[in-house]
């Protein structure tokens, strides 16, 4: 059975609602939109240049006034801020990335399942805790510091 199929299975049996979009980066992309401790949007993908890793991640969507900011950086102080992002992301254990999309300035806060025995129902729903716990620190570090 491919991963696909079990993710869809764990989620139907815990009762959450999900919908697949197409994608051309990942062999799949189920998205949830209320998920984990949080109730954030949560992703579940499995990367095609990484067949049998499954990465949960979810995106954290900066708010207008924080993005006019960044718009208005230099160089030196984009920088800066990536690398602050960076350190708190690594000091909460996600592996993180800045993304533009549909927009929005937005990063996402990840965790990556690599070993076949994480790849089971307790460990998608360990992940996705603790992506929804990345999402809310996230977002509170964004807000304090910037």
Request: net charge neutral; glycine share 6%.
């Amino acid at each position: 059975m491919n991963h696909r199929d079990s993710v869809e299975r764990w989620l139907i049996h815990e009762g959450l609602k999900f919908s697949e979009e197409k994608s051309d980066d990942n062999s799949f992309l189920i998205k949830i939109n209320h998920a984990g401790e949080n109730g954030v949007p949560i992703e579940i993908f499995e990367p095609k240049s990484q067949p049998g890793v499954l990465v949960v991640g979810s995106k954290v969507i900066m708010k207008n006034n924080q993005i006019s900011r960044l718009l208005g950086f230099s160089k030196d102080e984009k920088e800066k801020f990536d690398k602050k992002v960076g350190e708190f992301c690594y000091s909460i254990q996600a592996i993180h990335k800045m993304i533009t999309e549909d927009g929005k300035q937005k990063i996402g806060v990840y965790v990556v399942l690599d070993k076949p025995e994480k790849i089971n129902q307790p460990g998608i729903f360990d992940a996705i805790n603790q992506v929804s716990e990345m999402n809310e620190k996230t977002s509170r570090f964004l807000l304090k510091t910037f």
